[in-house]
Each structure stands twice: as structure tokens, then as C-alpha cells.
């Protein structure tokens, strides 16, 4: 089946401008998760959304960062106002429920700001 | 706090050699799970493995290998005959196994880049 997929797979955006960031996780799979990967941070957790619950946003670094779940499926991660510090590929994943289940991750958005 | 450390920042072997990545974590939870994952040039990450803290017993796939040893809190990944294929960057994470709402999200290492020469 479809595995992540996620769009854009780049996107090159101007210091200041807002952006939006799409993830369509694996069919059935309710919990779904945002990384970030980037040079001098590694791989690090953003947001977690499970079924109705809500989010955790515990990762998210400023208020610049919000996501959002709609229909318990397709999730679109927004950074406002861009900084050259947020530039790194944005990844996401999902597993089939809560629990410390096996995450399927998509190929990325590499986001660069200018 | 959780973390896991993954000392070899790069390695490089020959073809048909063995490979073993280190992988060593930190964590104050009794129940937890150990992953592996890679990430070839093309950048998606390919889950490997998932294992949980109770279960000790070493697991062969193929020509991988893991070994899992509480003792000294480390779950190294074995490559036996590497092939140019198995160039990538692998990454050795940790997560807490809570539930009832609780993330489970992975803790990553910093990541081994295996490079294998013909």
C-alpha cells in the first residue's frame, strides 16, 4: 500500500514569509508525528497527534510553529513567520495507534530560507 | 532524562567485511522499546527494528544482527558481508513505552554514517 507521503518535497522561502507543510500518513494509521532534521540538532520530535486526543506539542521550539490534524488523517505543519535557523527537513511519520509501535516515516519536506 | 549516544560518527569498510554500529542509551524508565533505523542517500528513513526492554534476545535478520544487553545499557546492530547497498546513515532511537495518551516519541542518536567501498 501507500506508504507517507508528504508535499512539497522542497520548498525555498524567503526569511519572513510563512510556510505550510503537508504530511498524508499510511491509511489507518492514527497516531502521526513531526521531526525535524537538521545539521546541528539532529533528529528531533515537534508535535505527536493521536485519534481525538490532544496534540502533544511539547517539541514545537517557538509559537512561530503550529500543526494541525484534520479528519483524523491529513496533518499541515505552519511556521510563521520564517527565520534561516528554521531551514532543515521536516519529516513525518506514523504508526498504526498509541503505544511505542514501529513509525513509518515519509521522504521529507527540505525547507530553505533565504 | 532519555538519551542515546551513538559514538562512531562515520565508518568505512571494505565490501564483504563486518560491520558492528554502537548504539548506548540512558533512560530511567524500567519498560522501554529500542529501535533501529536507515536512511539511505535518498533521505527516507526505513524502519529495521523495534525491541522492547524485556526481551534480551539477540535477533538475526539476514545479514543483520542486533545485540541487546541491559547490563550495559547499549542495542548494537551488526552487518555481516556488507554490500555498497548498505550504505546510509543508521540511526539507533529510544522510546518510553507509556500508554493511555502518552507520546511515544523516539529519542534519535546522532546517527552512524556507514559508507562501504567496493
Redesign the interface.
Known amino acids: 500500500g501507500a506508504g507517507v507521503s508528504q508535499s512539497p518535497s522542497n520548498k525555498v522561502t524567503e526569511k519572513g514569509k510563512d510556510v505550510e507543510l503537508r504530511c498524508d500518513p499510511i491509511s489507518g494509521h492514527t497516531a502521526l508525528y513531526w521531526y525535524r532534521q537538521s545539521l546541528g540538532q539532529g533528529l528531533e520530535f515537534l508535535i505527536y497527534f493521536q485519534g481525538n486526543s490532544a496534540p502533544d506539542k511539547s517539541g514545537l521550539p517557538s509559537d512561530r510553529f503550529s500543526a494541525e490534524r484534520t479528519g483524523g488523517s491529513v496533518s499541515t505543519l505552519t511556521i510563521q513567520r520564517t527565520q534561516q535557523e528554521d531551514s532543515a527537513v521536516y519529516l513525518c511519520a506514523s504508526s498504526w495507534g498509541g503505544g511505542a509501535l514501529e513509525q513509518f516515516f515519509g521522504p521529507g519536506t527540505r525547507l530553505t530560507v533565504l | 532524562a532519555q538519551k542515546v549516544t551513538q559514538a562512531q560518527t562515520e565508518i568505512s569498510v571494505v565490501e564483504k567485511e563486518d560491520v558492528t554500529l554502537d548504539c548506548v542509551y540512558e533512560t530511567r524508565d524500567t519498560t ?2 529500542l ?1 533501529w ?1 536507515k536512511q539511505p542517500p ?6 529495521l527494528i ?1 525491541r ?1 526492554s524485556f526481551d534480551e534476545q539477540n535477533e538475526i535478520s539476514g545479514r543483520y544482527s542486533w545485540n541487546f544487553q541491559k547490563s550495559t545499557s547499549s542495542f548494537n546492530f551488526t552487518i555481516t558481508a556488507s554490500q555498497v547497498v548498505d550504505s546510509a546513515v543508521y ?1 539507533c532511537a529510544l ?3 507509556r ?1 493511555g ?11 552512524t554514517l556507514l559508507a562501504v567501498q567496493p
Open positions: 522501554y522499546y529501535f533505523y535518498s533521505g527516507e528513513l526505513v524502519f523495534r522492547n540511526f522510546s518510553e513505552a500508554y495518551g502518552a507520546t511515544n516519541k523516539l529519542i534519535f542518536g546522532t546517527g
